[in-house]
């Protein structure tokens, strides 16, 4: 185990303790009285204890994190040990052990009075930790004599990683609610409309003449044609608003929710994370795919400056998840996806209002109030 040592300038506390020992013994000598002799006697256990302190070796300590858990859900509190270890039985008054975290603005501190204890277990707790990713990269152990004049430092590097999840609820696949006339109609237009344009390059050989971008083309004075990505199993497309900040940690858990309900039901979709990028990520199943969703979920942040942008031509069915409904995701949806599309909307509150409410032909629209899974209200359907 690494360790990297920081020092309060034992020597300094040294000459100190030396000073008054000396002073204290002087003044005894000269005033020869009870008094004197007794101040003297009576520091002198505390001045040697000092100086021992002083340079007490912390060095040869083995420091220990033990968490029994490092993947928790957000806002649970997070409980793990700190073992620490050392080869003598000399009594030490106090410490002051600190666990180092830089993500986390909290006080990990802990005193305690081990005495003559060889083996010191101590019990950290962390309540209510946010989502996110969190670094615990080493542990700090200050100690003291009994009158406060020497301070010894010692930080023991020992990292941990604590992934905080995103709170999470029972959410049904979108398509689920289907009626049977409906889950027909969608399946026999993802087999009519199998591919979806996702960038140019130039013409190749063997390519489509219904493939080729003749604007493209017009401009760069040579054949280019449109890149695909193949849809042919996917029913439906999963759109995270990832830039309204407003509501972000309850809509972040209402998506986590969704995917993870898609991929335990085997549901095909895809997802675009909005503002990030509009290329389309397939969602499979497995164990290794939801922890690998769920780490996604924990480190994203709002994407600052950015603008929801979703690719062109979507006709598949389309589910929106935000906080709000403003003007630009509203054209943006209703610019990119085909005007037969079906379009539900999901828009997460942590107080539910209803706020920005539009009426919009075939779009499901709910408001739900995050994390109360009971809150669902729809607003309007047609």
């Keep these: 185990m690494a360790k990297l040592s920081v020092k309060r300038q034992p020597v300094i506390s040294f000459l100190l303790l030396v000073v008054l020992l000396v002073a204290t013994f002087a003044y005894a000598m000269f005033q020869g009285g009870f008094v004197s002799w007794f101040l003297f006697y009576s520091f002198l256990p505390f001045g040697l204890y000092g100086i021992v302190i002083a340079f007490y070796p912390m060095k040869s300590w083995q420091v220990e994190r033990v968490m029994t858990r490092t993947q928790y859900e957000a806002k649970e509190?997070?409980?793990?040990?700190?073992?620490?270890?050392?080869?003598?039985?000399?009594?030490?008054?106090?410490?002051?052990?600190?666990?180092?975290?830089?993500?986390?603005?909290?006080?990990?501190?802990?005193?305690?009075?081990?005495?003559?204890?060889?083996?010191?277990?101590?019990?950290?707790?962390?309540?209510?930790?946010?989502?996110?990713?969190?670094?615990?990269?080493?542990?700090?152990?200050?100690?003291?004599?009994?009158?406060?004049?020497?301070?010894?430092?010692?930080?023991?590097?020992?990292?941990?990683?604590?992934?905080?999840?995103?709170?999470?609820?029972?959410?049904?696949?979108?398509?689920?609610?289907?009626?049977?006339?409906?889950?027909?109609?969608?399946?026999?237009?993802?087999?009519?409309?199998?591919?979806?344009?996702?960038?140019?390059?130039?013409?190749?050989?063997?390519?489509?003449?219904?493939?080729?971008?003749?604007?493209?083309?017009?401009?760069?004075?040579?054949?280019?044609s449109k890149e695909f990505e193949k849809m042919s199993d996917l029913e439906e497309v999963l759109i995270f608003d990832g830039v309204d900040p407003t509501d972000f940690e309850e809509r972040t858990g209402f998506m986590a929710s969704m995917i993870l309900s898609y991929l335990n039901q085997h549901k095909p979709a895809s997802f675009i994370h909005g503002g990030s990028s509009s290329r389309l990520k397939e969602l499979h199943g497995g164990a290794q795919h939801e922890r690998g969703w769920l780490a996604y979920f924990a480190r994203v942040q709002p994407i600052r400056n950015g603008k929801l942008t979703i690719p062109k031509g979507l006709s598949h069915a389309v589910t929106v998840i935000s906080s709000s409904m403003t003007s630009e995701l509203i054209q943006e949806v209703q610019a990119k996806v085909s005007p037969?599309?079906?379009?539900?909307?999901?828009?997460?509150?942590?107080?539910?209002?209803?706020?920005?409410?539009?009426?919009?032909?075939?779009?499901?629209?709910?408001?739900?109030?995050?994390?109360?899974?009971r809150s669902v209200r729809e607003v309007k359907k047609q």
């Excluded at 101590?122 to 406060?148: A, H, K, Q, V, W």
């Excluded at 409906?182 to 050989?205: C, D, P, W």
Aim: aromatic content about 12%; hydrophobic content about 35%.
């Design 340 to 373: 037969q599309t079906k379009v539900t909307l999901f828009i997460i509150q942590s107080k539910q209002d209803g706020r920005g409410y539009v009426n919009i032909p075939r779009w499901d629209v709910h408001f739900i109030q995050f994390p109360n899974p």
């Design 77 to 224: 509190s997070v409980y793990y040990k700190v073992h620490i270890k050392r080869n003598s039985f000399f009594p030490l008054y106090n410490l002051s052990v600190e666990d180092i975290c830089k993500e986390a603005d909290l006080s990990l501190r802990k005193i305690v009075y081990p005495l003559w204890k060889k083996d010191i277990v101590i019990e950290f707790e962390i309540p209510s930790l946010e989502r996110g990713e969190y670094n615990l990269t080493g542990i700090s152990i200050e100690m003291s004599d009994l009158l406060g004049i020497v301070h010894r430092q010692q930080v023991f590097v020992t990292r941990n990683q604590l992934i905080m999840y995103p709170h999470l609820i029972q959410v049904k696949p979108t398509s689920s609610q289907w009626s049977e006339g409906e889950k027909h109609f969608y399946k026999r237009s993802i087999a009519e409309n199998t591919m979806l344009a996702t960038g140019v390059r130039e013409y190749e050989q063997g390519d489509r003449l219904s493939t080729i971008d003749w604007k493209a083309t017009a401009r760069k004075g040579t054949l280019i």
